[in-house]
């Protein structure tokens, strides 16, 4: 049996005649920058997420790009970064000659531990970018209370996080200043190529973003700040405009996924519970640990990945791909072990959480339209290597 990390085409077949019409539409409208599909969408998703205001963009690296230039960040600022994470996170803030200031992470949860901030604090911090990995909230009352402390702007990175709620039920990327999102195709909401999207309460942050989203021309040709070309293609928009109504149910299937991983690893012998910390026995996997689950939220994790740890990860996965099943390691090495941040003068040991996720975990499929029988089987699969 075969089972890819993801099947696009698989979901893409049940939304066919209405994505096909779409595009047509959007061909015979040639409306194809902003415009009405934009609005709809940014309508739509403002509503969906709880946000004051929603801005559609380019991409989630885009997102978070824009964001930081519309906190007004400068060169040499500083902000704190997860060291775990997609590479965009940290590019971003280099990008705009800031410097990005690592922190390790919590072991459960494998996002940003703030019990770490305090040390990092310096004159320079302006801002923190919690990233809520996976698709669950990182811990945002203490991310916020100790900015709130340090007067730093934080600016949530929920590119894998559309939706998810945090322990109070808010829904992430309106806890911050400003959210970011992403519409990679392998997002839990995904379009036909690149998008993202930025949200915000805040009226004069938006204000902000949507200028500087066009080259930070207001009026147009008439530039009091320097923008870019942000804009979220209306021919995207048109396909996620179709999408969002499904968000729900795609998600609703990627924790029932989830919940059966688990049912099978406990029933096959691999897994006690949830979330564990620590091998006891070298034959056990550590499964993914749902922390706001006994809050009774909706969306208190919602899959984008599904990470499980085990020893001898990479024979692990070798034997995976053998039996054609696709995994995936998110992310192989952390930030502060990368090249292009030599001269930050990290170093192997400084942030040890970071480093054995980086080592010894691996994301399993997890996409809605995956059956049962597929699930089992990949269990089954990790079973017949480990005993
Ligand atoms: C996907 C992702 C991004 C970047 O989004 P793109 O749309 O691919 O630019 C940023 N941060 C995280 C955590 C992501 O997973």
Not at 27 to 33: F, T, W
Not at 140 to 146: G, L, N, R, V, Y
Not at 229 to 238: E, H, K, P, V, Y
Not at 249 to 262: D, F, H, M
Request: aromatic share 10%; with cysteine.
């Amino acid at each position: 049996m075969k089972v890819p990390l993801l099947d696009l085409k698989a979901q893409y077949k049940t939304i066919k005649s209405d994505i096909d019409a779409a595009l047509i539409r959007m061909a015979e409208s040639q409306n194809l920058i902003l415009g009405p599909e934009v609005e709809l969408l940014e309508k739509n998703l403002a509503q969906y997420l709880d946000a004051k205001h929603a801005i559609g963009v380019s991409s989630g690296t885009d997102a978070l790009l824009i964001a930081l230039m519309a906190i007004d960040l400068k060169p040499d600022d500083e902000v704190i970064i997860p060291t775990y994470s997609f590479f965009a996170t940290a590019g971003v803030v280099s990008r705009l000659n800031a410097k990005p200031v690592f922190i390790d992470s919590d072991p459960l949860t494998f996002n940003l531990d703030p019990e770490k901030l305090e040390s990092l604090i310096t004159k320079r911090t302006k801002a923190i970018v919690p990233v809520h990995l996976y698709g669950q909230s990182a811990e945002m009352d203490k991310i916020m209370e100790f900015a709130e402390k340090h007067g730093l702007k934080v600016i949530e990175d929920g590119a894998q996080a559309i939706g998810t709620q945090y322990k109070d039920g808010r829904k992430v990327g309106n806890i911050g200043h400003i959210g970011c999102f992403s519409f990679y195709p392998s997002k839990n909401l995904g379009c036909f190529g690149d998008g993202g999207l930025v949200t915000t309460n805040d009226d004069d942050l938006a204000a902000r973003l949507r200028i500087l989203r066009v080259h930070g021309g207001k009026p147009k040709y008439y530039h009091k700040v320097i923008g870019g070309n942000f804009r979220i293609d209306a021919l995207q928009a048109a396909v996620l405009n179709v999408k969002l109504p499904h968000l729900d149910s795609w998600t609703k299937r990627r924790q029932e996924n989830a919940g059966l991983y688990t049912k099978f690893f406990i029933e096959k012998g691999l897994a006690e519970t949830e979330g564990m910390l620590k091998y006891d026995d070298k034959n056990k996997v550590l499964l993914p640990e749902p922390v706001y689950k006994k809050y009774d939220l909706k969306y208190y994790h919602i899959y984008n990945q599904y990470v499980i740890r085990v020893q001898n990860r990479d024979e692990l996965r070798k034997f995976m791909t053998e039996n054609e099943i696709g995994t995936e390691i998110y992310y192989p090495v952390p930030f502060h072990l990368q090249e292009c941040f030599a001269d930050l003068g990290y170093k192997k040991g400084d942030f040890p959480v970071s480093e054995w996720c980086a080592a010894e975990t691996v994301a399993l499929p997890i996409y809605p339209e995956l059956t049962n029988e597929q699930i089992e089987f990949t269990v089954d699969t990790v079973k017949k290597f480990i005993k």
